[in-house]
């Protein structure tokens, strides 16, 4: 399997703090997505970054990549209760038709 | 727009029945891709199709067939249930650009097979 893991696989933290996840993956990519997931519902994008990027910035959002390391990270500054949900990440294949995500990290803010 | 719909939200199989998953998208979207969700697995591809008339098998595709003849719609169909296709199915589209693109995702199908 191709897929990537997340760490923790899950992590409570209390409102206001920062909650930061790790994805580590397995082969060369030209980007990197990060997906969140409420419960019960779909999955919804929430930023991508290139394999020439090693940082960006989307409001509380911040993504780093390593592509020497093949890991990245997602950092959510300032929880809020509303970012309770699962995050996965996301990386395409070399012909870019298929999409290959992770286990996931369960992401509980405590109000 | 709706953006991605699937039909229904919940179903109850017994072992050997068939059925069809259906998924619908008004985007345009020339990719089109399923998924399923099992606990500690994360999502799976099945199978994907890049427009009308072409399909491909992606990481799980045993034990479901799909067609894509309309830009719309990609019905996903289980072909002979069994308690191992037990999971939460997602539809997927995009508008590829490159490797570059983001999926938008319907709100899934809880299949349970006894």
């Known amino acids: 399997s191709q897929q990537g893991e997340e760490d923790p696989q899950a992590l409570s933290i209390q409102e206001g703090e920062n909650a930061t996840m790790n994805c580590s993956y397995k082969?060369?990519?030209?980007?990197l997505q990060w997906y969140r997931q409420n419960s019960g519902r779909g999955l919804v994008h929430l930023i991508l970054i290139r394999s020439n990027e090693r940082e960006k910035h989307s409001g509380r959002l911040r993504v780093t990549l390593d592509t020497s390391k093949k890991s990245s990270s997602l950092l959510i500054t300032a929880s809020r209760a509303a970012d309770t949900a699962s995050y996965f990440c996301?990386?395409?294949?070399?012909?870019?038709?298929?999409?290959?995500f992770g286990t996931g990290t369960s992401l509980t803010v405590i109000p | 727009n709706a953006g991605v719909t699937q039909t229904p939200k919940f179903q109850v199989l017994k072992t050997g029945q068939s059925m069809t998953l259906q998924c619908a998208q008004d985007m345009n979207h020339e990719y089109m891709s399923w998924y399923r969700q099992d606990p500690g697995m994360g999502l799976r591809l099945i199978h994907y199709s890049v427009g009308a008339g072409i399909t491909d098998q992606g990481e799980v595709p045993n034990g479901y067939n799909v067609s894509r003849s309309t830009t719309e719609d990609f019905p996903l169909r289980l072909l002979s249930a069994a308690p191992s296709q037990t999971s939460v199915y997602f539809c997927?589209?995009?508008?590829?650009?490159?490797?570059?693109?983001?999926?938008?995702f319907g709100p899934g199908t809880r299949l349970t097979v006894t």
């Open positions: 996301a990386t395409p294949s070399n012909t870019g038709n298929q999409f290959y």
């Open positions: 997927a589209s995009s508008q590829r650009r490159g490797t570059s693109y983001e999926q938008y």
């Open positions: 082969t060369s990519i030209n980007n």
